[in-house]
């Protein structure tokens, strides 16, 4: 593909497809479908010489696969066909054709980003060299390597995938695979161990080649401000005294210390200090020598104020797990740092026996960046266009739908209570169920979800919940939440990568319903997402509340009209809401606005973060 394409709407994002188009054309002209198994694997032999002949840069052999792009293509399209009887859409194959040029493909949620990623793949590992598919999360690496898997086959290429609890060995075996199927933080995780293996047998990646980044957005864009963190067992005593811990727990908010604007980090008063030091003996806390306790008692005071059980962390039997901001599951075998994962444990009565500290560690830009050849596809690509070229040099392609979206999306319902809003949601779910809808309610965590379902169950109707806790479930929850009048409630689990198969449309499709805004408008329309997939019909809506943790913690409240705030800027409390305010939705346009521009203040202070953290990693 020729890099001068003509950019419209802003140099960031390309609407030309005239070169993509011109190379689809070429694909259908050659109808390979007729092949039979035999003639595709000696086809893919003929390709395979053709790619490794010549000289091995990067620069001629992207050359050389341009060329034969559209034989490729094709091949795949006849494996496609013999293997799972599908046709592969125009839209699947612009998609790949704009990935194989460098790009960041955006294509609407259920328009198949599954099969575009297997084009690229497929044509990337004729140079046999390793072609990585980066998934949103575990669940999603392993489906789509079992789902492809007799594609490739065919194709005579070989596919594996790469899980949090695959073995050494089984893993090692998964890199040598053509094609491997894995999450972006395993893969960093893994070439963090690298660093530490002691022999040549304990590395098991190849050198990186190319990367498909799957929900791009996601992966790229939202978790790139997080660093993978390789935290070991020091073996040692224990970094958190349980005497100190009982002494900072004893500590009352607002007055010994207090959190930042947006509740995301500590700060002790000079009340505070003054307590501290009378109560450790001490001149002056910030003396150096008391460095290290002044450490232990601000990790204390993160598990204490910051850290959420059942919203950042879980309690599985005597152990603590992470629990993913993003994905809303489980993170194996991953531990705070620095004496915070004992103190999280100290907190929960688990006695601290976790002694973390940091082994290695590396930014998912950082680490993406290793790969010579990378591109990404995402059905919500466009608004973080200019993250994309900032972050990574690629250009976001938007590609039309195979079939036009014919899901409703209805305005938000904004409650000024909590409560209100909650018995709003119940109500809405039960009318639903009744017309025998599928629901599918996203919420902010797990405690949430939890909740939700007992005030469902409460009221004698059933529902699946997927979350943290039954994360092992998920897709035999997925397989049944298009049955008709079925209530999945979950946490942002199912707000990537799931296909919810409707067993009766013309029950009005899957209703989704939010329970929260999210930091980013991305996020919200991947859950919408799920909804009115290639051209089924469906409706999503949030329902939110002024006492939402997104309103309190950014002060929304603080930039609505008088009636809407809480006397004495005393937010979050039921007595606090006006006796003019009644139970039923607010309808006022500037309430509205405000939580529309909060997020977009929100992505922008994200967006800095992100940058400052590329200038400094």
């Known amino acids: 593909m020729k890099e001068a394409i003509s950019i419209r709407h802003?140099?960031?994002?390309?609407?030309?497809l005239k070169p993509y188009r011109k190379t689809l054309r070429q694909i259908r002209s050659l109808n390979l479908d007729g092949l039979t198994g035999a003639e595709i694997l000696a086809r893919t032999g003929c390709l395979r010489e053709q790619v490794t002949r010549g000289r091995p840069d990067s620069a001629e052999m992207n050359q050389r696969l341009n060329k034969l792009l559209p034989e490729a293509f094709a091949l795949v399209c006849a494996a496609?066909?013999?293997?799972?009887?599908?046709?592969?859409?125009?839209s699947q194959l612009l998609a790949a054709a704009a990935m194989q040029a460098g790009r960041i493909a955006e294509l609407d949620t259920g328009e198949g980003k599954t099969l575009s990623a297997v084009f690229v793949a497929y044509l990337q590992a004729l140079t046999g060299r390793s072609v990585h598919v980066l998934t949103f999360n575990d669940y999603l690496a392993s489906r789509d390597a079992v789902w492809m898997g007799p594609v490739y086959e065919c194709l005579g290429?070989?596919?594996?995938?790469?899980?949090?609890?695959?073995?050494?060995?089984?893993?090692?075996?998964?890199?040598?695979?053509?094609?491997?199927?894995?999450?972006?933080?395993?893969?960093?995780?893994?070439?963090?161990?690298?660093?530490?293996?002691?022999?040549?047998?304990?590395?098991?990646?190849?050198?990186?080649?190319?990367a498909i980044v799957d929900e791009a957005d996601s992966i790229m864009i939202d978790e790139a401000r997080i660093p993978l963190v390789l935290a070991g067992d020091t073996g040692g005593p224990g970094a958190i005294d349980p005497a100190l811990f009982r002494l900072v727990s004893s500590m009352q908010v607002?007055?010994?210390?207090?959190?930042?604007?947006?509740?995301?980090?500590?700060l002790i008063t000079e009340s505070g200090n003054a307590w501290l030091e009378k109560h450790l003996n001490l001149t002056n806390l910030y003396d150096p020598e008391n460095v290290e306790i002044l450490t232990r008692i601000r990790l204390i005071l993160q598990a204490i104020a910051?850290?959420?059980?059942?919203?950042?962390?879980?309690?599985?039997?005597?152990?603590?797990?992470?629990?993913?901001?993003?994905?809303?599951?489980?993170?194996?075998?991953?531990?705070?740092?620095?004496?915070?994962h004992e103190a999280v444990e100290i907190k929960e009565g688990l006695s601290g026996r976790s002694h973390g500290r940091i082994l290695n560690r590396i930014t998912l830009r950082d680490f993406l960046a290793l790969y010579p050849g990378l591109c990404g596809m995402t059905g919500t690509a466009w608004s973080a266009a200019a993250e994309f070229y900032e972050f990574y040099g690629l250009r976001v392609t938007r590609v039309p739908p195979h079939v036009p979206s014919?899901?409703?999306?209805?305005?938000?319902l904004i409650y000024a209570r909590r409560a209100d809003k909650e018995h709003a949601i119940a109500e809405a779910i039960v009318r639903r169920h009744a017309a025998g809808q599928p629901i599918l309610v996203g919420t902010a965590s797990v405690e949430e979800s939890e909740y939700l379902a007992a005030a469902i169950r409460a009221r004698g109707l059933d529902c699946e919940v997927l979350n943290a806790r039954q994360d092992e479930a998920e897709a035999a929850?997925?397989?049944?939440?298009?049955?008709?009048?079925?209530?999945?409630?979950?946490?942002?689990?199912?707000?990537?990568?799931?296909?919810?198969?409707?067993?009766?449309?013309?029950?009005?499709?899957?209703?989704?319903?939010?329970?929260?805004?999210?930091?980013?408008?991305?996020?919200?329309?991947?859950?919408?997402?799920?909804?009115?997939?290639?051209?089924?019909?469906?409706?999503?809506?949030?329902m939110v509340s002024l006492q939402d943790d997104l309103i309190e913690r950014y002060h929304i409240r603080d930039a609505l009209p008088p009636q809407y705030r809480p006397p004495d800027g005393q937010p979050g409390q039921e007595s606090q809401t006006g006796p003019d305010i009644g139970s039923e939705p607010i309808v006022d346009p500037a309430v509205a606005e405000a939580l529309a521009h909060t997020q977009r203040v929100i992505e922008g202070q994200l967006f800095q973060q992100r940058q400052a953290l590329a200038r400094y990693s």
């Open 10 to 16: 802003n140099r960031f994002v390309e609407t030309n």
């Open 477 to 542: 929850v997925i397989a049944r939440a298009g049955r008709r009048g079925a209530i999945t409630i979950s946490t942002n689990m199912a707000g990537r990568g799931v296909d919810i198969q409707l067993e009766d449309p013309a029950s009005g499709g899957l209703s989704v319903i939010g329970t929260s805004r999210q930091r980013s408008r991305r996020i919200d329309n991947q859950l919408r997402g799920r909804s009115g997939r290639q051209g089924d019909p469906g409706e999503s809506q949030f």
């Open 157 to 210: 290429v070989r596919a594996a995938c790469v899980r949090q609890e695959t073995a050494l060995a089984e893993r090692r075996q998964a890199y040598q695979a053509n094609i491997t199927y894995l999450t972006a933080k395993e893969a960093g995780f893994d070439y963090l161990r690298g660093f530490l293996a002691a022999t040549p047998d304990e590395l098991v990646q190849r050198p990186f080649y190319f």
């Open 80 to 90: 496609v066909r013999k293997t799972l009887g599908w046709t592969a859409f125009d």
């Open 406 to 412: 014919c899901r409703i999306d209805k305005p938000d």
């Open 306 to 340: 910051l850290l959420r059980r059942d919203v950042d962390y879980i309690v599985r039997g005597d152990s603590i797990q992470l629990v993913d901001e993003f994905t809303g599951r489980v993170i194996q075998n991953r531990q705070w740092p620095d004496g915070l």
């Open 254 to 266: 607002n007055r010994h210390y207090r959190l930042d604007e947006y509740a995301e980090h500590i």
